[in-house]
């Protein structure tokens, strides 16, 4: 099922907010330190898994910026929202997720990727800096 189908067949669409381009950072992160990814790769599989059994639909939240679509940011929302465990489960990992992230990648850089994600949030990001922004990143879950 294509993008559009999905966001189409969605009857109440959500705002998504995003404080954090995470993907900005992880892949940072990757770049510096590849052992980061022993860390991140099966927290990302037991999002993966949950988002099945819970049927995410990521097509539910707006994106105003569509370079964002697909990004695992809306997977997190929708489980958030929808599941008791993966919230038990992020109110103890997180914090530990970002703080190694934080130890990886400069203040400077976290401060960009927090300003660029509100940006993208609010869709005041135009096309030519948002495929800037993501060269080199793989969005998707």
């Known amino acids: ?13 959500k705002d ?12 940072i ?3 510096r330190a590849p052992l980061f990814r022993l860390l991140r790769e ?11 059994i819970y049927r995410v639909n990521p097509g539910e ?11 695992i940011r809306f997977y997190k929302i929708a489980l958030k929202e929808k599941s008791v465990i993966f ?10 997720f970002d703080a190694v992230l934080e130890q990886i990648v400069a203040p400077d850089e976290l401060h960009q990727s ?13 096309p030519d800096q948002a495929d800037e922004w ?4 793989k969005v998707g879950f």
């Open 1 to 13: 099922m294509g993008n559009e189908a999905m966001i189409t067949q969605t009857s109440k669409r």
């Open 16 to 27: 998504a907010v995003c404080n954090t381009c995470t993907l900005n950072l992880v892949s």
């Open 29 to 31: 992160a990757y770049q």
């Open 42 to 52: 099966p927290l990302k599989l037991g999002m993966r898994v949950l988002a099945l």
């Open 61 to 71: 939240y707006i994106v105003r910026t569509p370079n964002c679509y697909g990004c």
């Open 87 to 96: 919230r038990w489960l992020n109110d103890r990992v997180n914090p530990i």
């Open 114 to 126: 927090k300003t660029y994600a509100r940006a993208a949030t609010l869709g005041t990001v135009n």
């Open 134 to 137: 993501m060269k080199g990143q």
